[in-house]
């Protein structure tokens, strides 16, 4: 039997909220942890940059306060300076993962046989850590026994140190990064292509679009949403990217494939830095970049979806 409620009976305040407060309890463990572990560090981060510390012993005793003096010697740093370039660099050339796994997505995107077979075999580099896309790609690398000289010859070319020619390194790591950020995009642009309204394909085909023009008018803004997370995962990977340049130069030859992330690492926790205010203060600018290219996709995202309604 089903319970009536008696209208004459006040209710409790959680019975009359029950809609609003439900999610919130729900949401509230995730929100907890993202403040504890995002939110406080960022304005951590801040607070630190102001201060010459090491890191050992309590801030307020063993830090001396320099206000904005650490963002004033950036201004000045060659090295920041090579760090934010390569940087620049990672950003353009890492964005290409992104029209290459929409394009791989459209060739798997198909129901012939053996499609299973080519979807694992481009899904793999995604499964692989960082680490050992490095350790691949070094040994692909080597001056006389990896892949890539032996192909070369095969040509009748010249062999080619990579990673040890200053103006060649960082393209070549960004080269092994974009193997399993392709495939990470290729995932996004496959799901996305499982939603596309076969309906609108149809009335598309009724209209005369095929090929590019049906990519572009019809295909394209269905997978829009696929489109800013692989926008915004691929800035957020190029603009952090650490594990790669620790695996195959360690920041050389010479310091020309150091970006603001691996910067940061020599600065506050090498041997050589425990500068921690000044690591801080690279962190702070790192994610400002960040923060404009996300907050620019946010709000495109979010007049979009405005003008759609209207």
């Known amino acids: 039997m089903?319970?009536?409620?008696?209208?004459?009976?006040?209710?409790?305040?959680?019975?009359?909220?029950?809609?609003?407060?439900?999610?919130?309890?729900?949401?509230?463990?995730?929100i907890?942890?993202?403040?504890?572990?995002?939110?406080?560090?960022?304005?951590?981060?801040?607070?630190?940059?102001?201060?010459?510390?090491?890191?050992?012993?309590?801030?307020?005793?063993?830090?001396?306060f320099v206000g904005l003096r650490n963002y004033q010697e950036l201004m000045t740093d060659r090295a920041f300076e090579v760090s934010l370039w390569n940087n620049v660099k990672w950003l353009a050339l890492y964005l290409l993962a992104i029209p290459a796994g929409l394009f791989i997505a459209l060739f798997l995107n198909q129901t012939i046989a053996g499609i299973r077979i080519y979807k694992s075999l481009f899904f793999f580099p995604f499964v692989l850590s960082q680490v050992v896309v490095g350790l691949v790609f070094s040994w692909f690398y080597l001056p006389r026994e990896g892949l890539l000289n032996a192909v070369l010859g095969f040509f009748g070319l010249g062999s080619v140190n990579v990673l040890g020619d200053p103006t060649l390194a960082t393209y070549g790591i960004i080269a092994a990064g974009l193997w399993p950020q392709t495939a990470y995009c290729m995932i996004l642009y496959?799901?996305?292509?499982?939603a596309v309204d076969p309906e609108q394909i149809e009335a598309g085909r009724l209209d005369g679009a095929k090929g590019w023009r049906m990519l572009w008018h019809v295909i394209l803004p269905q997978l829009k949403p696929a489109t800013f997370i692989a926008f915004v995962v691929t800035i957020i990977g190029a603009l952090r990217s650490f594990d790669l340049i620790s695996v195959m130069t360690n920041g050389g030859p010479f310091g020309s494939t150091r970006v603001l992330s691996f910067y940061m690492f020599e600065k506050a926790l090498s041997e050589y830095g425990f500068r921690m205010g000044y690591g801080s203060a690279i962190a702070v600018v790192l994610f400002l970049i960040m923060l404009v290219f996300i907050g620019y996709f946010l709000w495109q995202m979010y007049q979009d979806e405005k003008s759609a309604r209207r």
């Open 2 to 30: 089903t319970a009536v409620t008696d209208p004459t009976v006040p209710r409790s305040w959680m019975q009359r909220n029950r809609m609003t407060v439900t999610p919130l309890l729900f949401l509230a463990p995730g």
């Open 32 to 64: 907890l942890f993202f403040a504890v572990y995002v939110i406080i560090p960022i304005f951590q981060s801040f607070y630190i940059s102001t201060y010459e510390w090491n890191g050992l012993g309590e801030l307020s005793e063993q830090g001396e």
């Open 190 to 194: 496959l799901t996305g292509l499982n």
